[in-house]
């Protein structure tokens, strides 16, 4: 591990999937040389699907991809730095 890179967990909450899945994934793709792994989990009762995504980036990195996951209108995104 880099020593300024930095392991987080990025949680995401999805409103409207139908409208935001590819805008999401394309921005996790553009991400995907600091994705460690991810898991998503559709809440059905509630009408929102959640996302956890597991990285190993710098403090840039990490706040580059929760700030465009942000953006998308319906998606709520949140870091916890680990390590």
Do not use: Q
């Not at 999805?14 to 460690?36: H, P, Y």
């Not at 929102?48 to 597991?54: A, K």
Request: glycine letters at 10%; a positive charge; proline letters at 1%.
């Amino acid at each position: 591990m880099d020593k300024d890179n930095r392991i987080a967990v990025i949680g995401i909450v999805v409103n409207n999937r139908e409208e935001t899945a590819k805008k999401v994934n394309d921005i996790l793709s553009n991400f995907g040389n600091i994705i460690v792994g991810r898991m998503g989990i559709p809440y059905k009762e509630k009408e929102i699907s959640v996302i956890s995504i597991i990285v190993d980036g710098t403090n840039d990195e990490i706040g580059a991809l929760t700030g465009k996951l942000g953006n998308i209108h319906g998606i709520k995104a949140k870091v916890a730095l680990t390590y």
